[in-house]
């Protein structure tokens, strides 16, 4: 792999710094930086934006509106995204069930799906975990029975991330409740949240927000032409999708801008009459976190050029999981550094100090606020996409043959 950039490349940094420096909105980058959240109106906004320069789903075929980019410019576009503060697309859309309706999907499903993802009129949400079916996701219990020329959808989801946005939602549902194995009679279907007979339940999180919810179906009407796929495909194409949610959880331009905020905030905080920042102890942590972020970057680049002629392989198919422990676990790193460097200013704890708009009164400094509720709720991300654990049994079953 060479790990100089090109002229090409150059160039095509400073085109998309540019454009990225130009357009992306001032609350948007306060958010970002802080790590706050963002109302869907100023998220739906962007994606609009990003849409209106062809940029919405760089990855996707030019044929479906993707932009043909190879991967070296995928990763410069997402770091310079990341580096103005742009946040990235809402990823089940775009990243999750517009992939599979490109590789699995009918003609019908990708007219009629894929433009309204790159619009953002259809905001997406993620059916796949139960109570009961997380990590064990193959023992799911949501079933679709065929009933005149429909599937009729029964049963619960859980931890539904922004269910409360969405339009629609893919499901994973059995199909076949007599297969040989709980992997087989497991379908995927395309679901519109407006159906009668969904039910959408808040659960707020320790970080006081809401953003994750049950979802009920009781009797609901599913029409045929839905289904992703064959009957029975379900699992195939699940573990097609949850490869690229755990690529995308790497997030290594996120974390760049979060280390780049954990320095703003080292500068500005002092211990005895030093700078943090200059505090050997906080020094080397800083410094140690900053060095696997260089390495994951690398990391992913090299499994994101694998195959091109231009990497050296993908970690044997497992590259998804190793992204997605190591970039979870800087993220989670990032976050208790943040606590560490405003110690107790983090709290009294400030709930919905993430929310946009928030407007509470900061005990301590400002930057102070947001750091417990985003350290409690970054507690996430080494759970979703499959928890770590799993990942690492995926590793020890695809690396080391045990
Ligand atoms: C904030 C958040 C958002 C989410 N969003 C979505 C969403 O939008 N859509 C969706 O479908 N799901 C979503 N999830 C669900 C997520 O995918 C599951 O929480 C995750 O797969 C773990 O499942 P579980 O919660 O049932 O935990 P369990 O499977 O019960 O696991 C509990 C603990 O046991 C460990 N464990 C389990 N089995 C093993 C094993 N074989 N070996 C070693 N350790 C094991 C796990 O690592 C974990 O630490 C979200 C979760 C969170 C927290």
Redesign the pocket.
């Known amino acids: 792999m060479r790990l100089r950039w090109t002229e090409e490349q150059i160039a095509f940094r400073a085109e998309v710094r540019a454009w990225m420096h130009a357009n992306v909105p001032l609350d948007m980058r306060r958010a970002t930086v802080e790590g706050r959240r963002l109302s869907k109106a100023t998220q739906v906004a962007w994606q609009k934006a990003l849409h209106g320069r062809g940029w919405m789903a760089p990855h996707w075929p030019v044929e479906h509106g993707g932009t043909g980019w190879d991967p070296v410019r995928i990763h410069i576009f997402e770091d310079e995204m990341a580096a103005a503060g742009g946040g990235p697309p809402v990823p089940?859309g775009v990243s999750m069930v517009g992939p599979v309706i490109v590789r699995f999907g009918t003609e019908a499903q990708k007219t009629r799906f894929l433009p309204r993802i790159l619009s953002s009129e259809d905001w997406w949400?993620?059916?796949?975990?139960e109570p009961?079916?997380?990590?064990?996701?193959a023992g799911l219990r949501t079933r679709a029975e065929p009933a005149d020329g429909r599937w009729v959808l029964n049963g619960q989801?859980?931890?539904?991330?922004?269910a409360q946005h969405a339009d629609m939602i893919f499901v994973l549902a059995r199909t076949e409740p007599d297969a040989a194995k709980p992997q087989q009679g497991i379908s995927f279907l395309l679901v519109d949240m407006r159906t009668p007979g969904i039910t959408v339940r808040p659960i707020v999180?320790i970080d006081g927000e809401h953003?994750?919810n049950e979802v009920f179906f009781d009797d609901v009407s599913v029409p045929a032409e839905n289904l992703v796929g064959e009957r029975g495909q379900g699992w195939t194409i699940a573990k097609f999708l949850l490869g690229n949610e755990r690529t995308g959880i790497a997030r290594v331009g996120q974390s760049k801008r979060w280390l780049e905020h954990l320095k703003t905030i080292a500068r500005a905080e002092e211990v005895d009459g030093t700078k943090l920042i200059d505090e050997p102890r906080f020094r080397a942590k800083v410094a140690a976190v900053e060095t696997d972020l260089m390495a994951l970057e690398i990391t992913a680049l090299r499994m994101a050029t694998a195959g091109s002629g231009d990497g050296d392989g993908a970690a044997g198919g497992a590259g998804p999981s190793i992204l997605k422990i190591r970039g979870s676990e800087i993220q989670q790193r990032l976050t208790e550094l943040a606590m560490e460097a405003v110690g107790p200013a983090a709290l009294p704890f400030q709930p919905n100090a993430l929310e946009p708009g928030w407007n509470g009164e900061p005990f301590g400094p400002a930057h102070a606020a947001p750091a417990a509720p985003h350290y409690l709720g970054w507690r996430?991300v080494s759970?979703?996409?499959?928890?770590?654990?799993?990942q690492r049994?995926i590793l020890a079953r695809a690396l080391l043959g045990l």
């Open positions: 089940f949400c993620q059916g796949f975990s009961g079916a997380g990590s064990d996701l989801k859980t931890w539904t991330t922004l999180t953003e994750v996430k759970i979703y996409g499959g928890s770590n654990e799993i049994n």
